[in-house]
């Protein structure tokens, strides 16, 4: 009886192994739910940005400038071409401008501007074209054309030219000075009473007439006035306004100035009115826009290059 009770329990035990077997071989695995990857988004070192310098356009007329942009620079960085140097002024967080004058009588051709910064630097090929102004030929009365400038306008005027100011005070396009009808457009070479042509018109001309209002063309600050009995017998009565960022502009020939130096002017502010002061065929306003004291066209600042 023992013997049989013991053989009937084997054999349940037997029985209950077998079904535990099979049901861990036929059941589906339950598997441990896998974690999707989620894309991270990559991340942007700033202080990492890599230098580089791009070029607006790479070929421009004489008279004209080439927009330099430097990006990841931790200080201003200097642009060169034709053998001088600029410094370029801060226009964001690691990026920097630089407008770059090609002066009306560079020979036209194959150039390079060449930026550097630290141990950096990067060039990239340009040209300068050929702006094929005509020649303007002018009588001047004998009292006007032995006239020479004086030390005093040209130390005083170089020295308003070379001012690089950090402040960027003109914003957007310049409107133009006066409303009267323009005479004589920039970049025209110039003979005077029948001379050799060794000099071209450095500005725009408008025909106004004598004590019509002269405007200012955008934001800026006063950095010089001239008068014509203080010395300034060539420019006549005169006005520099600095617009920041190394642009300048300059009006001359004025009867009346209204503002004084140090005086920050708003776009559209009366500055003072037309005359004949100076070197001058009759009342009109010259009015010249420079970069880093290099002469260029001011239709540029006005319709938007």
């Known amino acids: 009886m023992q013997l049989f009770s013991f053989l009937s329990l084997l054999i349940v ?34 202080d990492a940005l890599p230098l580089s310098m791009t070029l607006k356009k790479t070929a421009v007329q004489q008279g004209q400038y080439f927009e330099v942009d430097i990006t990841g620079a931790e200080k201003n960085p200097l642009v060169w071409f034709n053998s001088e140097s600029f410094l370029a002024f801060k226009v964001g967080d690691k990026a920097y401008k630089a407008l770059v004058p090609v002066e009306n009588l560079t020979k036209p051709g194959s150039y390079v501007i060449l930026a550097r910064t630290g141990g950096w630097e990067e060039r990239i090929p340009v040209k300068v ?27 005083e005027i170089s020295s308003a030219f070379r001012l690089k100011t950090e ?30 042509v060794d000099s071209y ?8 007439k004598m004590g019509s209002p002269v405007f200012a063309p955008a934001d800026g600050k006063v950095a010089l006035t001239g008068l014509e009995k203080d010395g300034f017998q060539v420019h006549g009565n005169t006005i520099l306004i600095d617009h920041g960022h190394a642009l300048s502009s300059i009006y001359l020939h004025l009867s009346k100035i209204d503002v004084k130096k140090g005086d920050m002017v708003t776009k559209g502010q009366k500055i003072g009115e037309v005359g004949h002061t100076g070197i001058s065929t009759g009342p009109h306003l010259h009015w010249g826009t420079y970069l880093y004291g290099t002469s260029v066209d001011p239709e540029l600042f006005v319709k938007g290059d």
């Open 13 to 46: 035990l037997s029985f209950y192994n077998n079904a535990l077997a099979f049901d861990i071989k036929q059941a589906a695995p339950v598997q441990a739910p896998i974690a999707q990857a989620q894309p991270k988004a990559a991340a942007v070192n700033i």
């Open 129 to 155: 074209l050929d702006n094929r102004k005509p020649i303007q030929y002018i009588y001047l009365d004998p009292d006007k054309s032995s006239l020479e400038a004086t030390n005093k306008e040209i130390n």
């Open 167 to 196: 402040e960027k005070y003109a914003q957007g396009k310049f409107s133009y000075p006066s409303t009267a009808v323009k005479s004589s457009p920039f970049g025209v070479k110039r003979s005077y009473n029948k001379a050799p």
């Open 201 to 208: 018109h450095k500005g725009l001309d408008f025909a106004g």
